[in-house]
T-cell receptor, first 110, second 112 residues
């Protein structure tokens, strides 16, 4: 079974401070990890995926297989980063569906 | 944004009535999905489709049925709506099952 855990439901930081949204997963095979973002009452958007190893809107995430984590980081948070963030996992085997964590609501205060 | 349209965007109905939500895509993607989003649960998969007339259950399929008669349309039906089905419903699409999914704007459904 595959599972994604986001331990923080709410996270609040000040503008300009570093931010880290935690994501841990359990999966017996080789996972593919994603971060999705949902701004207030909008559709979910793919923020980044681990195989791309790219930085989007200043966010990065590194897959740590030893710790089974895929934490999302940004060195200097902006007010427009306030949103709900979902970590998601997909297995590479056929029939493996995308599994979402419960989400972390990030608030960046001025 | 991927060409995904959900209708209606908002609906209020009464317990026991049938409800059908529609997802329409213009991307010709093979896979389509229905999720519900609830506080404290994140997104949970209801049903998905891997082709015309090919569907399968997700983790919270009880009380829901789906149909896909055309590549571009995926319908979600609540045969007899209950208050526990009050939620925000999202449709998503993907080219392949292991590719990123792209989401619609959601349907806010309230069952009184």
């Amino acid at each position: 079974a595959q599972r994604v855990t986001q331990p923080e439901k709410l996270l609040s930081v000040f503008k300009g401070a570093p931010v880290e949204l935690k994501c841990n997963y359990s999966y017996s095979g080789s996972p593919e990890l994603f971060w999705y973002v949902q701004y207030s009452r909008q559709r979910l958007q793919l923020l980044l995926r681990h195989i791309s190893r790219e930085s989007i809107k200043g966010f990065t995430a590194d897959l740590n297989k030893g710790e089974t984590s895929f934490h999302l980081k940004k060195p200097f948070a902006q007010e427009e980063d306030s949103a709900m963030y979902y970590c998601a996992l997909s297995g590479r085997t056929s029939g493996s569906r995308l599994t979402f964590g419960e989400g972390t609501q990030l608030t960046v205060n001025p | 944004d991927a060409g995904i349209t959900q209708s209606p965007r908002h609906k209020v109905t009464e317990t026991g009535t049938p409800v059908t939500l529609r997802c329409h895509q213009t991307e010709n993607h093979r896979y389509m999905y229905w999720y519900r989003q609830d506080p404290g649960h994140g997104l949970r998969l209801i049903h998905y489709s891997y082709g015309v007339k090919d569907t399968d259950k997700g983790e919270v399929s009880d009380g829901y049925s789906v149909s896909r008669s055309k590549t571009e349309d995926f319908l979600l039906t609540l045969e007899s709506a209950t208050s526990s089905q009050t939620s925000v419903y999202f449709c998503a699409i993907s080219e392949q099952e292991d590719q990123p999914q792209h989401f619609g704007d959601g349907t806010r459904l309230s069952i009184l």
